[in-house]
Nanobody, 125 residues
Framework: EVQLVESGGGSVQAGGSLRLSCAPS????????MGWFRQAPGKEREAVAT???????TYADSVKGRFTISQDSAKNPLYLQMNSLKLEDTAMYYC???????????????????WGQGTQVTVSS
């Protein structure tokens, strides 16, 4: 059973930085896609970034140049380094995984199967 546990959320002023972590376990496949999503109150969930087991990353236009997704291997945490945070980045952030998907299949529109419980990020002025 895949389990994903997020941490690292918190409150920060606009322009500041935070790093989110997601500890994965239960991966039974060496090929996979992982991603970060967020959902603000009253808004739909949106994909923020994805990375596959080969290290290829994709980003939403709204975070390009500010956020970096990274992971060394399936046994290591998934990270989301968030810099130059804006008020509109305030949301619950979720880690997600989909085994046996990588390459061009690993993108912001992929239907992810496994989800973490979320960690709150609040950006204030």
């Amino acid at each position: 059973e895949v389990q994903l546990v997020e941490s690292g959320g918190g409150s920060v002023q606009a322009g500041g930085s935070l790093r989110l972590s997601c500890a994965p376990s239960g991966f039974t496949h060496s090929t996979y896609c992982m991603g970060w999503f967020r959902q603000a109150p009253g808004k739909e969930r949106e994909a923020v970034a994805t990375i596959d087991s080969h290290g290829v990353a994709t980003y939403a236009d709204s975070v390009k140049g500010r956020f970096t997704i990274s992971q060394d291997s399936a046994k290591n945490p998934l990270y989301l380094q968030m810099n130059s945070l804006k008020l509109e980045d305030t949301a619950m952030y979720y880690c997600a995984a989909r085994l046996a998907y990588s390459g061009s299949w690993c993108n912001l529109k992929l239907n992810f199967a496994d989800w973490g419980q979320g960690t709150q990020v609040t950006v204030s002025s």
